[in-house]
């Protein structure tokens, strides 16, 4: 990029080692978004260190693949992906994906329909990997793709013990049951995880939320494609209801209004590829699965860095505002292993 190009850095995460910088700027004159991908070395937390490992869950170079094959653009016929505009690899080992500027609303500005559309669009995505096993299978799936990105990354999320329980803060925050229904989730995580193991697979985003949507005039679009691989039904769902709100981003009274319109719209868009039960027993378990670490992690670093890049509250801000997302993470855990 020209050194008298404008550019406009927008939000990401920071902590990530793989993402250098995503920048609102131009190519050639047009509207463009620059993203710069960095090989493993960055200094930052290891539990965001990018890997050479092509099927690690934080494979640094994914995304170019990604873009490169055509899978971005034709994983999830009614979900568009940005147009590349050029992939270049730089001398210092970065490489510049530049990507189209898509015009629309921004995916923090969605209403429980915005929602529950895309759920619907990914629903029908994943009925047509699972029409056709063998495109996840080992015969036929490209080596960059995430081998097994839930678990990967859920056990990957540095959760020192013991976890303070009874930290006085999150006495005051959180009630007694709520705490006990997070510690058992916790205690019973690998449980958890092995019963995701049991369920359908389908080929999976990852990281289905408000700030990787954009709606545009012809369609939702869906941003960030570094995580994709297989995965199990109801994982990108799932993710879009509870990720929704973690941050602060979204007004969290719509928490179950999203929580059920996007469930419907999932089951529809799956139709006849899954039992309806199994679909909503699916959702349940990969979201207790993908965030069994996020209250214990949370509450050891009571008094100190949040460690977040989006969410912008302070500390008793952030643990009053995830209440109703951990009680429903809780409920949804309950029924999704019984």
């Known amino acids: 990029m020209p050194a008298d190009t404008p550019a406009e850095s927008l939000t990401h995460n920071t902590l990530n080692g793989v993402t250098g910088g995503i920048w609102r700027t131009c190519r050639e004159g047009r509207p463009a978004v620059l993203k710069l991908l960095a090989p493993p070395g960055r200094p930052g937390p290891t539990h965001w260190a990018g890997s050479t490992d092509p099927g690690h869950w934080n ?21 568009a992906a940005p147009a590349p505009l050029a992939i270049d690899d730089r001398p210092d080992g970065t490489v510049a994906l530049w990507l189209t500027d898509v015009p629309g609303r921004p995916g923090t500005t969605c209403s429980a329909a915005d929602l529950g559309e895309v759920a619907g669009r990914l629903g029908a995505g994943h009925a047509r990997w699972l029409a056709d096993p063998g495109r996840t299978g080992t015969n036929r799936t490209p080596g960059w793709l995430a081998r097994d990105w839930l678990r990967d990354y859920t056990l990957s999320r540095p959760v020192p013990e013991p976890v303070p329980w009874e930290h006085p803060v999150a006495v005051a925050a959180w009630p007694a049951s709520l705490r006990a229904g997070l510690r058992r989730l916790w205690q019973r995580r690998h449980a958890v995880l092995a019963a995701t193991d049991r369920l359908p697979r389908t080929l999976c985003h990852h990281d289905v939320w408000p700030m990787n949507l954009v709606f545009a005039d012809t369609g939702p679009v869906l941003l960030d494609w570094s995580g994709v691989g297989p995965g199990p039904i109801g994982e990108d769902a799932a993710n879009l209801v509870l990720d929704t709100f973690l941050d602060g981003l979204v007004d969290v009274a719509l928490l179950d209004e999203v929580a059920a319109i996007v469930l419907d719209g999932y089951r529809a868009g799956l139709g006849r590829a899954v039992d309806p039960a199994t679909v909503t027993r699916a959702v349940r378990l990969t979201g207790a699965a993908k965030y069994v670490w996020l209250a214990p992690l949370m509450l050891t670093r009571l008094g100190g860095p949040t460690g977040q890049t989006y969410d912008r509250r302070d500390e008793a801000e952030m643990m009053a505002g995830r ?6 993470l809780v409920r949804w855990a309950a029924t999704g292993l019984d």
């Open 59 to 79: 494979y640094w170079r994914r995304e170019v693949e990604a873009y490169r094959s055509g899978l971005a653009a034709t994983a999830y016929p009614g979900l």
């Open 323 to 328: 209440r109703p997302v951990l009680e429903l």
